[in-house]
C-alpha cells in the first residue's frame, strides 16, 4: 500500500520538479506514440471501412483474421520487427534497431488491428439508410467513403482512443527494438520496466501515473469531439 | 418522340425465391411524371431502387438515356436521385444536409442560397429551420428536408418513395407544385411511389399499378382477390360476406387476380338502368372525387367491404344523382375482366 | 564533428546497480564518445552481438562467452572485474544453513527441501546457481514443489523468495540495493557468502569485426582499453552503493 | 528472418510433440483468461450499458476517465495489484500472491475498460428508436437491459474480442503478480518473455504463436456468431 | 361518466426555447377512440410521447387512471403501448418480433396463435410472413408488423402515431377494424395521430386539431394564416395571389390564426344564393366524402390554392348540386373565425 503513496507523491515530484529523465522519457513516448496513431489511422480507417461495408469473398475469414491479430503479443511483435530490422536481418542496411522508427513500426503494427477491427464494427453499425442516402446524393468513392467515416465519428472515436490505449502502454516492442536506452529511445514504460526490475516499486508506480497524465491530457483534448449525450 | 429515358427489358428481381420485380418492357420518356402505385410489396420500392441504380437487378437490363447502366452507373448517380421510403437525414444540421449533395458536385461556396430556395419549395421557413440539428425535427419536417436534398440538385430525374407519407395538406400541395416546377424548370423526369392515389393523379401524367413485381396496368384500377369458384359454364364467381356473388370471366386458377379499370365500371341509382343481369352489386358511395388531368370523376363506392372505382363523366355522375353516402348499384360486365 | 556513440549490450546487473550510470559520463569526458547500452539477459546480449547488433558488451558467464568467442563472433575478450554470489534466506533459516560451505548448503536445502527460488531464466547468475547444484550432486529438481523457477530479473526473484519465505541465490550489488529498498529491514538476510566458488566474473568483449564489418571495432577496442585502464580500474573499486563497494575490479 | 521460420517450426513442433512446458503454460493462458474474460464482462457489460444509454450527470467526465484507463499500463495494475496481495498488503493474509487469481484480478481490471468503453459505444450506436420500441413494449428495466445488449450484439462482440486481446497478450500483471513461476504461473506470454531475455528468439517467436494459435481457436468458435454480411 | 383514463393538467413541453406542446386541460374518457391531427411539427408525436411515458412534459402533470404516472410509471406502461412515427423492428424475425411484448409479460408459451393472430389482423399472412427476417420487409409490411406487435399485447390504451401512413388501401382499412375490435374486445383507449383525414374520421369518436403544440379544437377545423392586415373598420383582410379577399372578425395580430368549423363554411352554386355581402369565395369543388358518423358530407372547395371543408348534409349538397369539378361559392362570416 506505501508504494502507492509513495507513488503518488513521486509522479508530483516528477512532473512539478521537471525532472529531466523522466521528460526525456515522455518526450520519446508522446513522439512514438504519435506516429504511430497517425500511421495506424491512416492505414486502419480506410482499411476498417472496406471491412465493414465492402462485400467481398471470404470477408467473414478476414474478419476472424484481424480479430485473432487483436491478440498478438507485443514481445512477438517486437521479436518479428527486430527480425528484419537487425543488421543481420533484409533491412539492416537502414540501421533503425534502437530508433524511434523502428518503435514505432513495431507499435503501428500493434494498433492496426485494433484499428481495423473496430473501424470495421463502427461502420458496419451505421444504418443502411446512410449508404443509400449518399450514393443517390451523388457521392464519389472518395466523398462516399469519407462521409461514412464521419457519421461513425463516435465509433472511430472510440476505435481511436482504443488503439491508443494500447501503443501507450506497450512494452514488449519499446524494449526489444528500441532497447531501453537512456535519453534516447526509452518509454515511460520501459522505464517502468526498468524501476520495477530494480525493486523500486514506488518510482514504477510514479511512472506509470506519469502515463496517465498523458493520457488524460490526450483524452481531455478529445472532450469536445464526445458525443453530446443521447442523440 | 424523343428517346426513352429509361427502358427496362426482362428485369427479374429476386430475394430468394421471392420475385420482387418482373418487368418485361418498361419505358419512360424524358420529362415525364409517371406515378407507381400497388398494395404493400408489390415492389414499388424495389424498382425505384432499380431506377437508381442502387442495385442491379438479378436478370435483364435498365437503359439510360439509351446506354447501358453499366459503363456509366457513377456519372449516372450524378444526374438521378431518389428519395428513399424512410428517409434519412446525415448527423449534421439542416443547411449542411440540404448543401450535402451541392458540395459533392463541388459547388462548395454560394451553395445557401439554393439551399434555401429549396427549403422553401418544402414549405420549411429557412431561417427558422436551416440551423436546426437533424434530430431537432418532427417525422414530417425530416422528410421534407429529404426531399429539399433532393431537389436542391435540379436533378434529370427525381424518384420519390411515397414522398408525402408524413407530410400535412399543405406540404403535399407544396411537393406537388415542387414536382411540377422541376419539370418545368429543369425537364426533370419524375417516377413517384405513392399510396395516396387522388395525389398521385393530381401530380401524373400516367400511374401505372404494380402487383406482385409486375406492371400490370396504367390507370386506376380496381383488383379482384380469390379464391374463385369455378362455375360450370365456365364463368368464375366470388361470394362476398353478405352472399353477394362477384362474377368474372373464366379464372386462370382459383388464386388468379382480377383486373378491372374503372372506366369499365359505372354506377347507377336504380338497379332497373343496368345493363341485363351479369354484375350489379348493392354498395354505398363513399366519396366523389375529380381527377384534374382529364376532368371525370371518380367514384368510389363500397359492396360489402371492397372500394370499386369508378370514372364517369361529370355529366353522368350529376344526370345519375350519385352522392356520397346514398346506396347505389356498381356494374361490370364479366367479360371487362382481365387476369394477371 | 560527428557525434560518437558506441553501442553495448549488457546485463540488467551492470545497469541495475547504477554502474554504467556512472562510468558513461566518464567515458564521454575521456575519449569524447557517448555510451549507450541496453541492458538485457545475458543470452539476449550474446545474440545482439551475435547479430552485430552492437559494438561491444559487457557480460558474466564465463562458459557461454568463451563459446562465444570461439564461434568467432567476438574477440579480445578482457576480464575487467568481479563481484560475488551469495545464498540469502530468511532470518529464521528454517534450512539451518547459515555460514556453511556453498555446497554443505545446497545439499541441506535439497534434503529438507527448503523453497528455493531460482531465477531460471538462463542467465550469468542462473548459469552459476545451476553448477553449484551439480558441483553438490544433486540433479533432477526441475519440477520439485520446492524448487521456484521465476524466469524473471534478480530483484523479481528476491521479492518472490521473500515472499514464499526461500531461499536465493544473488549477486551482492542487487541484494544491496534490495536491502535499501527494503528500507534497512529486508526479510531476507545473507546467509552463506565468500566461497570462492561464488565469484562472478565480468568481462568485455568487443565484437569481431571479420563478421560484423559494420561495428565499431575502434571504438569497442578504446571502450576495452579504457575499462582497463588504472585510473578506471580504481573508478571502479571506488564505485559504492549505500557505503559498500560491489566491483571489484581485476583487470590484467 | 531465420527465427521467424525457426519459430514457425518449433511452434509445430511444441505444439505436436505435446511439449509439457508448452501445455502448461498453455493450461495457465487459458484458465486465467478465461476467469478474467468471465469476470470483465459480466462487470462491465452493464456498466457499459449505463455509460451508453443513461443520463447522469458528469457523464461525458466518466467517459473521458473511462477512456483514459484504456491506457492503464499493464506494469503499472501489476504493481498496484502486488500492492494489495502482497504479504504485506492489506490482501496479504489471503495468499493470493503468485496465483492465478491474482493474475485474473489483474486482467479483469485491465480488460474492464476496454468492455466498459467499447460496450458504451456499442449500445450509444444503436438506435433511437430502440429505446423507445422496448419502452413501448412494456420491458422491465432487466428485459430492457438484456435486449439492449442483444441488439448491439456486434458491437459487444467486437469489444469482447478486443478485450480478450488485451488479456491474452499483457505480460506485465502475469509477471508482477502470477511470478512466472514454471509449471503454475507461467503464461505463455511470459514465457516468450523469458525466451526472449535467454536470447532464445526462435523459441519467443514459437510461442508467441502459439498464443495466436490460442487466439485463433478461440475466434474461430465466435465465427459463427459474426454479422452476416450487411444487415 | 367514468373516470378519464387520461387527464392532462397544465402540461408544457419544450424543446430549448421552442415549446412545443401546451395543453392545459385535456381529458381522454376511457374507450374512446380519440385523433389528433394538425401540421407537421405541431406536437402530435410529442403529445403521443408524452401519453406513453417515454418522456415527461417540462411542466405539468399527465394523471393516468386517476393517479399520478409518478408512482406508477413502470406499471402504466404494461397497459399502454405507443406505435412510433417511424416504427422500429428489433433485428430478429417477424415471429419474435410480435411475440417480444408478450414474452417480456412472462408468455412463454402458446405466444404462436396470438402473434399469428395479430399479424392477420394487419393482414400479413401468418405462414407468409412469420419466419422473415426483419429486413426482409417493404417499407409497408414493416409498418404493420410493427402495429402487430402492439395488438397482440390486448392493450388498455394504444397510442397510433400516423399507423397508416405507407400502407395500402386494404390495410388502412383492415387497421381501422383492427382498431375498433381493439376497443370492442378488450375495451382499448385509441389516441392516433394522422394526416389522413377521411382515414381518421372514419375511425375516430372525436378528432381534435392541434396547431403550434396547442389544441385549437376538436371536429375538423379549416385554417387560415396571416399576414392578415387591419382594415380601418378593425376587421382584418387577407389577399390572395388571385385578388380574391378574405374578410374576418379583428385579429389580434396580423400573423394570427384562423379556424373556421367546416359547419360554418356553406357551398352554393350560385353567387345569389349566398347571405349578403361578406366572404363569398370563387373557388372549385374537388372532393366530396361521406362521414360515416354524421352521415353528412364533407365537400372540399379550392379557393386559389387554400383547401376549405364545408360540412353539408346530404339533402343540401343534393338540392345545392354540388359537383366534383363544379365552381362553386364557398361562404362563411367574418364572426364565425375562432382567434388563436
Ligand atoms: N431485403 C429483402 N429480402 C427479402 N425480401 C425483401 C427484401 N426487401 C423487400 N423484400 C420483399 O420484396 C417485395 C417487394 O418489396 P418492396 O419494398 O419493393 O415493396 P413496396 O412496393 O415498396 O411496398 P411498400 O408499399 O410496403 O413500400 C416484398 O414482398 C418484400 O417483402
Ligand atoms: N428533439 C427535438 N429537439 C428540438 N426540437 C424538436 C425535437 N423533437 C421535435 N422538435 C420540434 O418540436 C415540434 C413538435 O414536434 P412533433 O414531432 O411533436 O410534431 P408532429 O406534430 O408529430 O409533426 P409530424 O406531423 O411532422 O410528425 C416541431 O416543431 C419539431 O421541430
Ligand atoms: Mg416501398
Ligand atoms: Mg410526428
Known amino acids: 500500500m506505501n508504494y502507492i503513496l509513495e507513488g503518488l507523491v513521486k509522479a508530483f515530484q516528477l512532473l512539478l520538479r521537471g525532472d529531466p529523465e523522466t521528460y526525456s522519457a515522455i518526450r520519446v513516448t508522446v513522439q512514438v506514440s504519435t506516429y504511430s496513431m497517425l500511421a495506424s489511422l491512416c492505414l486502419g480507417l480506410p482499411l476498417g471501412f472496406l471491412l465493414g461495408y465492402g462485400t467481398f469473398p471470404l470477408k467473414k475469414m478476414v474478419r476472424t483474421l484481424v480479430d485473432t491479430l487483436l491478440s498478438l503479443p507485443t514481445v512477438l511483435i517486437g521479436l518479428i520487427v527486430y527480425a528484419f530490422v537487425s543488421y543481420r536481418g533484409p533491412l539492416g542496411e537502414y540501421g533503425l534497431l534502437f530508433t524511434l522508427p523502428a518503435i514505432a513500426i513495431g507499435q503501428t503494427i500493434l494498433a492496426l488491428p485494433v484499428v481495423v477491427a473496430l473501424a470495421a464494427t463502427a461502420v458496419e453499425s451505421l444504418d443502411q439508410r446512410l449508404h443509400t442516402t449518399l450514393l443517390t446524393l451523388g457521392a ?21 482512443v482504443a488503439a491508443y490505449g494500447r501503443v501507450l502502454t506497450e512494452v514488449g516492442i519499446s524494449m526489444m527494438v528500441g532497447g531501453n536506452i537512456k535519453w534516447h529511445t526509452r518509454t515511460i514504460t520501459t522505464a517502468v520496466a526498468l524501476e520495477t526490475g530494480k525493486g523500486q516499486f514506488g518510482m514504477g508506480i510514479a511512472l506509470g501515473l506519469v502515463l496517465m497524465a498523458i493520457a488524460l491530457t490526450v483524452n481531455l483534448s478529445l472532450f469536445f469531439l464526445r458525443k453530446r449525450t443521447r442523440h | 418522340m424523343t428517346e426513352s429515358i429509361y427502358a427496362l427489358k426482362g428485369i427479374r428481381h429476386c430475394y430468394g425465391d421471392l420475385v420482387a420485380l418482373s418487368i418485361d418492357d418498361f419505358a419512360v420518356a424524358p420529362g415525364s411524371i409517371i406515378g407507381l402505385v400497388g398494395p404493400n410489396g408489390s415492389g414499388k420500392s424495389t424498382l425505384l431502387r432499380m431506377l437508381s441504380f442502387l442495385e442491379k437487378p438479378s436478370q435483364g437490363e435498365i437503359l439510360f438515356s439509351g446506354s447501358s447502366e453499366e459503363s456509366s452507373t457513377r456519372s449516372a448517380r450524378l444526374h438521378v436521385t431518389l428519395l428513399d421510403q424512410e428517409p434519412y437525414l446525415l448527423k449534421r444540421s439542416v443547411m449542411e444536409n440540404v448543401a450535402y449533395g451541392l458540395k459533392v458536385r463541388g459547388m462548395r461556396q454560394g451553395y445557401a442560397i439554393r439551399v434555401k430556395e429549396a427549403l422553401s419549395w418544402v414549405g420549411l421557413a429557412p431561417e427558422e429551420f436551416a440551423r436546426r440539428q437533424w434530430y431537432e425535427l418532427s417525422g414530417g419536417e425530416a422528410q421534407r428536408v429529404a426531399l429539399a436534398c433532393r431537389l436542391v440538385l435540379h436533378p434529370r430525374v427525381l424518384l420519390l418513395d411515397e414522398p408525402t407519407s408524413s407530410v400535412d395538406a399543405t406540404s403535399a400541395a407544396l411537393i406537388k407544385e415542387a414536382s411540377l416546377r422541376a419539370r418545368q424548370e429543369w425537364g426533370t423526369t419524375l417516377v413517384i411511389a405513392s399510396h395516396d392515389w387522388p395525389w398521385l393523379h393530381e401530380v401524373c401524367d400516367e400511374v401505372f399499378h404494380l402487383f406482385r413485381g409486375s406492371i400490370i396496368g396504367s390507370g386506376m384500377g380496381n383488383v379482384l382477390f ?24 373464366a379464372a386462370p386458377n382459383e388464386k388468379s387476380m382480377a383486373v378491372i379499370d374503372p372506366r369499365s365500371v359505372s354506377v347507377h341509382k336504380a338497379p332497373a338502368a343496368t345493363e341485363g343481369r351479369a354484375n350489379t352489386l348493392a354498395g354505398t358511395i363513399s366519396a366523389l372525387a375529380l381527377q384534374k388531368h382529364s376532368g371525370r370523376v371518380l367514384v368510389t363506392a363500397t359492396v360489402d367491404s371492397i372500394h370499386f372505382h369508378a370514372e364517369l363523366s361529370s355529366t353522368e355522375v350529376r344526370a345519375r344523382g350519385v352522392f356520397p353516402g346514398e346506396q347505389a348499384w356498381v356494374c361490370f360486365r364479366p367479360e371487362d375482366v382481365r387476369w394477371i | 564533428a560527428e557525434n560518437q556513440v558506441l553501442k553495448m549490450a549488457t546485463t540488467t546487473s551492470t545497469d541495475n ?15 569524447g564518445v557517448e555510451l549507450q547500452w541496453v541492458s538485457v539477459g545475458t543470452g539476449k546480449a550474446l545474440e545482439l552481438g551475435r547479430n552485430c547488433d552492437v559494438d561491444v558488451l559487457l557480460v558474466h558467464a564465463p562458459a557461454a562467452e568463451k563459446k562465444f568467442v570461439e564461434e568467432g563472433h567476438g574477440v579480445d575478450r578482457r576480464q575487467v572485474m568481479y563481484n560475488d554470489f551469495v545464498v540469502i534466506g530468511p532470518r529464521t533459516d528454517p534450512a539451518q544453513v547459515r555460514g556453511l560451505a556453498v555446497a554443505d548448503a545446497m545439499k541441506k536445502m535439497a534434503r529438507d527441501k527448503a523453497i528455493f527460488v531460482s531465477r531460471g531464466d538462463d542467465s550469468g547468475t542462473n548459469k552459476k546457481e545451476i553448477g553449484l547444484w551439480k558441483k553438490a550432486g544433486i540433479e533432477g529438481i526441475d519440477k520439485e514443489a520446492w524448487y521456484v523457477q521465476t524466469g524473471q530479473g534478480m530483484m523479481a526473484t528476491i521479492n518472490v523468495a521473500a515472499e514464499r519465505n526461500g531461499y536465493t541465490l544473488t549477486d551482492r550489488g542487487t541484494y544491496i540495493t534490495y536491502e535499501n529498498n527494503q528500507k534497512g529491514n529486508p526479510p531476507l538476510v545473507i546467509l552463506v557468502e565468500g566461497d570462492p566458488g561464488l565469484f562472478n566474473q565480468y568481462s568485455v568483449i568487443p565484437i569481431n569485426p571479420a563478421k560484423c564489418p559494420d561495428t565499431k571495432f575502434d571504438l569497442a577496442k578504446k571502450y576495452s582499453d579504457w575499462m582497463a585502464s588504472e585510473p578506471i580500474q580504481q573508478f571502479i573499486g571506488d564505485f559504492k552503493l549505500l557505503d559498500k563497494q560491489l566491483f571489484i575490479p581485476n583487470a590484467k
Open chain 3, 17 to 31: 546497480t547504477g554502474l554504467l550510470d556512472y562510468l558513461a559520463p566518464r567515458f564521454k569526458q575521456d575519449t
Open chain 2, 226 to 249: 380469390g379464391p374463385w369458384t369455378i362455375r360450370a359454364d365456365g364463368l368464375a364467381e366470388k361470394h362476398l360476406a353478405d352472399g353477394t356473388a362477384i362474377l368474372v370471366s
Open chain 1, 140 to 160: 464519389n468513392p472518395r466523398q462516399f467513403l469519407l462521409s461514412n467515416l464521419w457519421e461513425a465519428r463516435f465509433g472511430l472515436l472510440a476505435a481511436g
